[in-house]
């Protein structure tokens, strides 16, 4: 038993059937740090999105487990693992945002997912982290009419504004032009300090790298090296790979 | 409108939002709608008309019970019975006034060279209580040889002839070398059996149709008396009278018999039913066409959605809060242009064709669920929205 708000056991996971059948992970074994930010990189096809989607409850976790948030994953029912999800933010490298939403209503549906009823103030907490991520004179915009730097904050601020306990975000600032990616790692490092917030993002953005409190490569499906930035550890999470 | 439907569901209305997004694909899906109700709006007016101008002839008569022939199918077809069977009739307990009822159709030609053909009742007009108040009053003055009440509702007759049949000239016409004269208008309209119709006494229906005899009527209308069912003398009538070629009904089992022959034994009838079919299958397709092509164009967003936590209901009710906007949507449209065409109709035909409420209700209720049944379907485009395929 840990406390830890995301941890894998001897996890696998496969892909394909009978002879087409694949491995993708190979008994992965992590413990992340409650307000960490982790790093995960390796080459394309290590597993990176495999992972971040078993921990996401996007996938079927099948050999080994994972746990979320005190729930093991391994046949849980759809029930759990939509509740689950309610209480992650997801930032994917697409944006993903609904074309005839405008910024705003976008955002909203971050919130309204958890029975938010309350327009008025849902609609405020909307501009509000419209606004900290430089789009207040963008509110109303459809995303067709906005950049795709724009779109993709509009994308951060809908997996933020419902203040998750996780964000899992997979290379969230190729999109994003200097300035705009350091202000979104900003916020999810400030958010990980104050509210104890965890983000597992997968990135090689250096200037990303720099901030990490801890870097995991994965190559072909394997940890293949696990490293703390002490200088950016305020509490050293435990390791155990 | 978006602040207003965010108020009442308590959420955003994404359906609203998706569907006015494409405006093309909205408009398109909102013609289909308003047409397939257009389709089944005409079927059932004409099919209604059809109806009403099957039973119109019974507003004229006023009886409890119908001795018929039974190659009859409704009250204005099928050959005659022996007037004997009245007399017969009159000795059952139970029955109190009996009276032979003869029908014919008369054609003659109009000024302007057009002919029309006129349902013509012949009755006794000694017994006025067998016809509708509103007729009995006139039927006195039928006695005159070669009179007649004229239908003012006769598809053909010039207006200033009905205006000033009411205003209380006569209208003499030729028929088969009579002269007949109108002296009075009675209100039934024309319908599908004839362009109009006429009532006149027995002894003057038989001057006009001379191949028809006094003995042998088309039906013979029976009064019972108060305090029985009429069903118990229909019973004790069949057990009396000669059962050879006759028939015995209540007068509503027999227009109830009449309207089901028309409506589903006869072409016609047959014919619209489909139509109104075809109309409904007609929105199905449409509604069932535009959702499922949202969904797919939608995909992505709803993984996204599905990703974020929302739940199957979430996605059944955007698509269903899809449909009943398109049943509103088309319903309109659709039910004003069908008041036009029927207003349309019946200054072309003289048909019956009206718009009535319930008939209207039940359109409506039927959009809802023809929409709902083809959002239904178009759910099942949603498995495919698999969030895991979104990084
Ligand atoms: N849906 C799938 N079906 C079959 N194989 C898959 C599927 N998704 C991923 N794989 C395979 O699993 C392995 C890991 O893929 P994954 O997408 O996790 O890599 P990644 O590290 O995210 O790569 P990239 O940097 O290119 O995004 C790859 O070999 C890939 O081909
Ligand atoms: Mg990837």
Redesign the pocket.
């Known amino acids: 038993m840990t406390d830890a708000p995301i941890s894998t056991q001897n996890l696998d996971h496969f ?2 059937t009978g002879d087409a059948r ?1 491995q ?1 992970l190979f008994d992965i074994n992590l413990e992340i740090k409650r307000g960490s930010l982790t790093v995960l990189m ?10 971040l989607t078993l921990i996401g409850c996007l996938r079927e976790v099948r050999d080994g487990d994972v746990r979320v948030l005190g729930h093991d994953l391994n046949g849980a029912s759809e029930t759990v693992l939509v509740g689950l999800r309610r209480r992650l933010g997801f930032i994917f490298q697409a944006h993903n945002l609904h074309e005839s939403l405008t910024a705003t209503q976008n955002v909203l549906m971050g919130l309204q997912v958890h029975g938010n009823t309350d327009v008025i103030k849902a609609r405020h907490a909307a501009h509000h982290i419209l606004d900290l991520l430089g789009l207040a004179d963008r509110r109303n915009y459809l995303p067709g009419n906005l950049s795709g730097g724009q779109k993709q904050r509009v994308a951060v601020a809908r997996a933020l504004v419902s203040n998750p306990e996780i964000i899992l975000a997979d290379e969230p600032t190729a999109a994003l032009d200097k300035e705009a990616g350091h202000t979104v790692v900003q916020m999810l490092k400030s958010l990980g300090s104050t509210r104890g917030t965890t983000t597992v993002m ?1 990135t090689h953005d250096p200037r990303i790298l720099e901030m990490a409190d801890r870097i995991i490569s ?1 190559e072909d ?1 394997r940890v293949v090296s696990d490293t703390l930035q002490s200088a950016n550890q305020p509490n050293r999470p435990q390791l155990k790979v | 409108m978006s602040r207003l439907l965010t108020y009442l569901f308590g959420r955003l209305p994404i359906g609203w939002l998706q569907l006015t997004h494409s405006r093309g694909r909205f408009f398109a899906a909102v013609a289909g709608v308003a047409f397939a109700n257009l389709l089944v709006f005409m079927q059932l007016g004409i099919m209604g008309a059809l109806n009403s101008s099957t039973v119109a002839p019974y507003a004229i008569l006023n009886a409890d019970i119908i001795l018929s022939s039974e190659d009859g199918n409704t009250l204005t077809d099928g050959g005659h019975i022996p007037r004997a069977r009245m007399f017969q009739a009159l000795g059952v307990a139970g029955v109190t006034d009996a009276t032979p009822l003869f029908i014919g159709n008369l054609p003659f030609t109009l000024e302007d060279g057009s002919s029309v053909s006129l349902l013509s009742f012949g009755m006794d007009i000694a017994k006025p209580d067998f016809t509708a108040p509103v007729i009995a009053p006139a039927l006195e003055r039928l006695s005159l040889e070669n009179t007649a009440l004229l239908d003012k509702g006769t598809r053909g007759m010039p207006t200033a002839v009905i205006d000033a049949l009411t205003d209380g000239e006569r209208f003499s016409f030729e028929t088969g070398g009579d002269t007949l004269t109108a002296i009075g208008t009675m209100d039934i309209g024309g319908g599908f059996l004839a362009d109009g119709m006429m009532m006149m006494s027995d002894q003057t229906f038989l001057r006009v149709f001379p191949a028809r005899s006094s003995g042998a009527p088309n039906h013979i209308l029976l009064r019972t008396g108060e305090g029985i069912a009429i069903d118990t003398v229909v019973k004790r009538l069949e057990t009396t009278l000669p059962r050879g070629n006759l028939r015995i009904q209540s007068m509503t089992s027999s227009a109830a018999n009449d309207l089901a022959y028309m409506s589903t034994e006869r072409p016609t009838g047959i014919i619209f039913g489909f139509g109104v079919f075809m109309g409904i299958l007609v929105g199905l397709v449409i509604v069932y066409q535009v959702l499922s092509t949202d969904v797919a164009d939608h995909l992505r967003e709803y993984a996204t959605f599905k990703a974020m936590g929302y739940g199957q209901s979430f996605f059944l009710g955007i698509i269903f809060e899809e449909a009943i906007i398109l049943a509103v949507f088309g319903f309109i449209p659709g039910f004003i242009v069908s008041v036009g065409l029927y207003a349309a109709l019946v200054s072309v035909t003289g048909l019956p064709v009206e718009m009535e409420t319930g008939r209207a209700i039940l359109v409506f209720l039927g959009t809802l669920a023809a929409c709902s049944i083809s959002g239904a379907i178009a759910t099942r485009r949603l498995v495919h929205a698999d969030p895991a395929d979104l990084f």
């Not at chain 1, 390796?42 to 992972?51: A, D, V």
Request: proline letters at 6%.
């Open positions: 892909f394909g694949k993708a390796g080459p394309s096809g290590s597993g990176k999105t495999t992972l997968v994965l499906g």
